[in-house]
Every structure is written in structure tokens, then in C-alpha cells.
């Protein structure tokens, strides 16, 4: 069973997802920023399930 408040893969993407940041200005800063700091991960990706 799963429980209430664990959240979906699909809704993280679409809020914190590769794509989601580069769609606005902003959310490109943020992924040069983490690039600038040398982030081996500069955005989310969903991992399968165990």
C-alpha cells in the first residue's frame, strides 16, 4: 500500500524537471547557476522504481 502524501514521478517533472526549468528565464538561471558550481545533476530525473 501506498501512502498519502508520497507524490508522483510525473508531477515532480513537471514542476522541478529539465524541461520545466528551461521553459522560463528564470529557470535558467538556476540550471547555469548549478552548471557554474559544477553540478554532476543540474535537474531531477525520474528513477524507476524499485
Same mark, same amino acid.
Given at each position: 500500500?501506498?501512502?498519502?502524501? *508520497?507524490?508522483?514521478?510525473?508531477? %515532480?517533472?513537471h514542476v522541478s524537471g529539465f524541461r520545466a526549468r ?6 535558467? *538561471?538556476?540550471?547555469?547557476?548549478? %552548471? ?8 531531477i530525473t525520474a528513477k524507476?522504481?524499485?
Amino acid at each position: 500500500m501506498r501512502r498519502t502524501l *508520497e507524490g508522483t514521478k510525473i508531477k %515532480r517533472q513537471h514542476v522541478s524537471g529539465f524541461r520545466a526549468r528551461m521553459s522560463t528565464p528564470g529557470g535558467q *538561471e538556476v540550471l547555469n547557476r548549478r %552548471r557554474a558550481k559544477g553540478r554532476h545533476k543540474i535537474a531531477i530525473t525520474a528513477k524507476e522504481r524499485a
